[in-house]
């Protein structure tokens, strides 16, 4: 290659197409924020699904169903931290006011104290295990 080839406009353009290319990373980049999930009201607030199961509407108790998706998601327990995110702004007042219902079965797991505690023992062992990680 003579000194008159590597100044040719072709070869000057090839070099700066391979210079110029957009540089792709290696890992791909995550989302900078989360979708956020729609609620369907004229389904299961918990499972989103339409089932054959017994429907409860108690006013009384979405507070407490809420506690316990919101305390459960934080645990990053099973499928609650998507619940949690699809009913992050909700209130029990915004549920009553848009007639939101769910299956006894759903609720009674939601609400399971001892499953709440399982849970929660098995994210503080999860961090205590990271700390522990980190430390040596």
Wanted: charged share 20%.
């Amino acid at each position: 290659m003579t000194f008159g080839t590597l100044l040719s406009p072709y070869f000057i353009s090839r070099v700066m197409a391979n210079v110029l290319q957009p540089v792709i990373p290696a890992v791909p980049v995550p989302p900078a924020k989360v979708a956020r999930l729609q609620t369907n009201y004229s389904l299961c607030i918990v499972c989103q699904k339409q089932t054959d199961d017994s429907v409860v509407t108690n006013p009384v108790s979405y507070e407490q169903l809420l506690i316990f998706v919101r305390q459960r998601g934080t645990y990053g327990d099973g499928s609650y931290p998507e619940i949690s995110r699809r009913l992050e702004d909700c209130t029990s007042d915004k549920l009553v006011a848009s007639g939101a219902f769910w299956h006894r079965k759903c609720y009674q797991e939601t609400v399971h104290k001892g499953m709440l505690q399982r849970a929660k023992k098995k994210y503080e062992l999860q961090i205590a295990a990271k700390s522990f990680r980190r430390g040596s």
